[in-house]
């Protein structure tokens, strides 16, 4: 075998490599595009499904504020007191906080 032989199969040798990693990574960008459109659409299925529910929630809540207003009334307003209980702390957060 003389250097040009050599060379040049040195040469073919490079080039074959590099269509094969040119492939490879043709292939793993399609792989990483499929994937993201899957993801994609389960994210848009459970969104779907997410609205749903909140609008069947939407619908009970309303039906029992409408059925039960005083009760409804009750229940929001010891709501807000543990909301604010929790925000500001159950010793007085104002004292606490600085303010």
Do not use: F
């Amino acid at each position: 075998m003389n250097d040009d032989s050599i060379g040049g199969a040195a040469r073919d040798a490079a080039g074959k490599a590099q269509d094969a990693a040119g492939r490879l990574a043709e292939g793993a960008g399609e792989r990483a595009q499929s994937i993201a459109r899957q993801v994609a659409d389960r994210a848009g299925d459970a969104l779907d499904e997410a609205q749903q529910v909140t609008d069947r929630a939407t619908h009970h809540v309303g039906k029992a504020v409408r059925d039960q207003p005083v009760i409804s009334l009750l229940v929001s307003a010891v709501v807000g007191y543990a909301l604010g209980l929790l925000t500001l702390g159950l010793g007085g957060g104002a004292r606490h906080r600085g303010w």
